[in-house]
């Protein structure tokens, strides 16, 4: 049960992570264009 915990909220900020990596890679790409 902790373990099942723990992973919930490990994947929450890893989610936020990976969207404020395709925002950085949205804003280079544009940048190219």
Same mark, same amino acid.
């Given at each position: 049960?902790?373990? @099942? $915990?723990? @992973? @919930? #909220? &490990?994947?929450?900020? @890893? $989610?936020?992570? +990976?969207?404020?990596?395709? +925002? +950085?890679? *949205?804003?280079?790409? #544009? &940048? *190219?264009?």
């Amino acid at each position: 049960m902790i373990n @099942k $915990n723990n @992973k @919930k #909220t &490990s994947k929450r900020p @890893k $989610n936020e992570n +990976l969207r404020r990596r395709k +925002l +950085l890679i *949205y804003k280079k790409m #544009t &940048s *190219y264009f």
